[in-house]
């Protein structure tokens, strides 16, 4: 059972340098989610997706982009790192909007 | 924009303690979810309390929803080391839901 899974587990980025961080899902889920985590902050929504060909911004969508060509994968794209975007980052799917969420175990960022 | 505030932030207790933590909203909301991020993981749902009212037991943990669907509760009793984590609630919109800050809980032996 695989769920969601994030890779990389970590990465260190120097200021200006792009990554993308890959999030695949295997329980056919519709909607699908990326969050970031900092300390004392809870999780803030960056964007999310409730189909394939299909996304919008969240909370805090400024420095990042999506795309979403299939159900199953949901990648994340930094263009210009900033120490700013340090933190943990969670993808996340689920069955529809009010559904349960199935997180991955995080994508931990740090940008130098 | 609604609201989740929970409390209280961080809480250090012995093993054997029981303890309550909070989450209260601005406004009613329909139904609320509690989740469980344990250290170096993503957090994993414990449960989900739609009606005014209603309590759910998941073995030594207690989930209250509040009358006025305003407010929800989470009882532990005779914690263990490992409930250690964080204790997240969260409240469903149209697509997406809305998180609080979370209640660290860190019982020790």
């Known amino acids: 059972n695989a769920g969601v899974t994030q890779t990389p587990k970590f990465r260190i980025l120097k200021i200006g340098q792009s990554m993308t961080l890959q999030c695949t899902q295997d329980?056919?889920?519709?909607?699908m989610y990326w969050y970031r985590q900092d300390p004392g902050m809870g999780l803030k929504l960056i964007y999310y997706s409730v189909g394939a060909g299909i996304t919008d911004k969240g909370e805090v969508p400024n420095g990042y982009n999506v795309s979403r060509s299939t159900t199953e994968d949901f990648p994340l794209r930094l263009e210009l790192a900033a120490p700013s975007q340090t933190s943990v980052y969670f993808c996340?799917?689920?069955?529809?909007?009010?559904?349960?969420?199935?997180f991955g175990n995080g994508t931990r960022l740090t940008v130098t | 924009t609604q609201l989740l505030e929970q409390s209280p932030q961080f809480l250090s207790i012995q093993e054997g303690e029981n303890l309550t933590v909070y989450c209260n909203s601005s406004s009613v909301f329909s139904s609320l979810q509690w989740y469980r991020q344990e250290p170096g993981e993503g957090p994993v749902l414990l449960v989900t309390?739609?009606?005014?009212?209603e309590v759910k037991k998941l073995k030594r943990l207690t989930f209250q929803f509040g009358d006025a669907r305003k407010d929800s509760s989470l009882h532990i009793t005779a914690a263990q080391p490992g409930d250690t984590g964080l204790y997240l609630c969260?409240?469903?919109?149209?697509?997406?839901?809305?998180f609080g800050k979370g209640t660290m809980l860190l019982v020790s032996p």
């Open positions: 309390v739609v009606t005014g009212g």
């Open positions: 969260a409240i469903g919109g149209y697509s997406t839901l809305t």
């Open positions: 996340a799917s689920s069955l529809s909007g009010n559904s349960p969420l199935h």
């Open positions: 329980m056919n889920h519709n909607y």
